[in-house]
């Protein structure tokens, strides 16, 4: 049984396209309840063949319940479209943001990758694993606090280990460049790319318009740092960029490191 219907809501503003449709401000009639609407249409998730990972999406992120991830209150459907309701992050995408600054400093990227951190330590400890970290499936809330905002490409890591490549270029960790085993060490992959990102203004193993200058970077782990960056900040993305997946840092010593230490105020889970 459906608990909501289309005539429940009105419509507000577009606040962006997703893979399969857009999403709107929307608020609830009946509670007066502001929220972001996802139209995801029934044409387009049978043409990409996306039916399962919509429902495995919708399933995970239903079950997630985290300051630093974005809430997903429900879903619907009609004959035409699914709706997701989902949580109204005010401030809108990382991507947009970091385009508009450019970079962050220090301070900044070390908030927003503790909270990072926190985040994939409640999804961890649920056995999924996000496999998609970066800026543009981030949204920031009212109160500016980072929201992993798409789970796209998560799934439940019961069996450990998985082949499927999936997740974004410039993001890939060696591991899946090389079609080999993957595990939640992926996403930790991930934060360190985030951070480069954040704090230099583009991902470290980027080649514009080559596939493959990417691909071979990845597989050399060859970036290098500007020098305006602190030595603090080279360590921690260092011992985060680590081919083996076991050899960087745990999520635990990521939220005990220096630069984080210096340029947060350690919250408690």
């Known amino acids: 049984m459906n608990r909501w219907k289309f005539e429940d809501f009105e419509i507000g503003a577009s606040l962006g396209r997703g893979k399969f449709g857009k999403v709107y401000l929307a608020r609830e009639k009946k509670s007066g309840f502001i929220v972001a609407l996802k139209i995801l249409l029934k044409t387009e998730i049978t043409e990409c063949n996306a039916t399962k ?24 459907y009609d004959d035409l479209s699914v709706y997701i309701i989902l949580e109204y ?7 947009k943001l970091l385009q508009k600054k450019k970079r962050f400093t220090e301070q900044e990227a070390a908030k ?14 649920k056995n999924v694993i996000h496999r998609d970290i970066k800026p543009e499936n981030i949204l920031i809330g009212a ?18 280990k998985r082949y499927t490549f999936c997740g974004t270029m410039d993001y890939l960790p060696p591991e899946m460049v090389c079609h080999q085993k993957h595990d939640k060490y992926v996403d930790i992959w991930g934060i360190g790319v985030l951070a480069y990102e954040f704090v230099v203004g583009n991902p470290p193993f980027e080649a514009k318009g080559s596939t493959d200058e990417t691909f071979k970077r990845i597989k050399s782990i060859e970036f290098t740092f500007p020098t305006y960056l602190s030595n603090a900040c080279k360590d921690f ?9 076991a050899g960087r840092l745990s ?19």
């Open 112 to 125: 927003y990758i503790a909270e990072m951190a926190h985040a994939l330590k409640y999804i961890h400890t």
């Open 53 to 76: 990972q919509v429902r495995r999406e919708i399933e995970i992120q239903s079950h997630m319940k985290h300051d630093n991830i974005l809430r997903l209150y429900g879903y619907f």
């Open 143 to 160: 109160d500016n606090k980072l929201k992993i905002a798409d789970f796209g490409w998560a799934v439940h890591n019961i069996d450990s």
């Open 237 to 245: 993305i260092s011992k985060l960029l680590v081919r083996e997946p």
């Open 89 to 95: 992050a005010a401030k809108g995408e990382m991507f």
């Open 251 to 269: 999520i635990d010593q990521i939220l005990s490191h220096r630069w984080i230490k210096t340029n947060t105020r350690v919250r408690k889970e």
